[in-house]
């Protein structure tokens, strides 16, 4: 009878067939002896390059910023993206602390909120140096902290909230915006952001929506910003996590159909099995979003632990990584090259 068994323990036999290299009788890999092999062998490193920083920009005054990496009010933006940019990362999301909220988010449509001047203080401090994506949400402007608009009956004003989104993303595009993410997963709101921003002349500008998992790593995001629900949660616009493998790959091909140009996937931690998934079915580029909730547990790894795991979500498919330990994560590499 043949012997199937693999002679070699990293090379699997073919049925039928014999192992397809040779044992080595003294126990040595090759392609791992020897440093310089290893280095030859050892694949693409994570670089600052692949890392993106939320920038959650606060009003001046605020008693919570630094609460999180990235957290500054307006006044320190410039100094903080050029101090990211000069460390070799290379993109921003902007989320600002809304302010004069009412049930309708008409602060977010004012000219000079500080959304609007926040863009524009990137963009002037760092050019196309710096990729800049915003939040296109009614979260955190409408007095309900909702990421949609609702009826007097509680039911959502689907094309209210439409109006809203369009008109926060031909705002942000206006100002700089290189990338828009609508982020309340309401059927239908990509194509209303990419038939806007189209109509209005910014084709080249990004739309970005999310897949976003209900989770409780949201948490230390909501409450700075102040943008938790007052009814409390936000299922039915966000996916079940126990369905999450399905379900998110059915929402990203929808969001494909609508004319997304990429995707945000979020939280990744609980979510890895899912971005493998992701990456399988499509080769838009995709942000796997470490969430605010994350930020402590990769404290407690440490720095080396944090580059391993945030490289762990660039082998399975991320093309860039939006975390809370990007400066951090970035200064240690930019200490280690080579």
């Known amino acids: 009878m043949t012997d199937l068994s693999p002679v070699n323990p990293r090379v699997r036999a073919i049925p039928g067939q014999q192992a397809l290299s040779p044992a080595r009788p003294d126990g040595i890999d090759p392609s791992r002896a020897r440093e310089s092999v290893r280095r030859l062998y050892a694949g693409p490193p994570l670089t600052a390059a692949d890392l993106s920083a939320p920038l959650l920009v606060l009003p001046e005054g605020h008693r919570s910023a630094g609460a999180l990496p990235g957290a500054v009010p307006l006044a320190e933006v410039q100094a903080t993206v050029t101090r ?14 809304g302010h004069d909220r009412d049930p309708y988010g008409t602060g977010a449509l004012t000219p000079d909120n500080l959304m609007i001047r926040a863009i524009r203080a990137v ?11 915003t939040e296109v949400c009614g979260c955190s402007w409408t007095s309900t902290g909702e990421c949609v608009l609702r009826s007097d009956t509680g039911a959502i004003d689907v094309e209210g909230t439409y109006a809203l989104m369009r008109g926060m993303a031909t705002q942000h595009a206006e100002a700089g915006a290189d990338a828009v993410s609508p982020t309340a997963m309401l059927a239908g709101s990509v194509r209303t ?25 949201y948490g230390p995001f909501k409450r700075l910003m102040n943008t938790e629900p007052a009814r409390g949660d936000r299922r039915g616009l966000q996916l079940e996590s126990g369905r999450a493998q399905r379900d998110t790959l059915v929402q990203a091909r929808s969001w494909m159909s609508e004319g997304a140009d990429s995707l945000t996937l979020q939280p990744v931690m609980t979510a890895a099995d899912v971005l493998v998934r992701l990456r399988d079915i499509t080769d838009v580029p995709i942000v796997a979003y470490s969430t605010s909730g994350e930020w402590d547990a990769l404290q407690t790894l440490g720095t080396e632990g944090m580059v391993e795991y945030l490289a762990m979500l660039k082998r399975a498919g991320a093309d860039t990584v939006l975390t809370f330990a990007a400066e951090h994560v970035a200064a240690y590499l930019g200490g280690h090259r080579g």
Not at 123 to 133: Q, R
């Open 84 to 97: 990211w940019a000069d460390m070799g990362i290379r993109g921003v999301k902007v989320f600002a602390h």
């Open 123 to 133: 963009k002037a401090a760092t050019g196309d140096a710096v990729a800049v994506t």
């Open 193 to 217: 952001v990419r038939t806007v921003l189209n109509v209005k002349g910014h084709r080249e500008v990004g739309v970005n929506p999310n897949l976003a998992i209900r989770t409780r790593l």
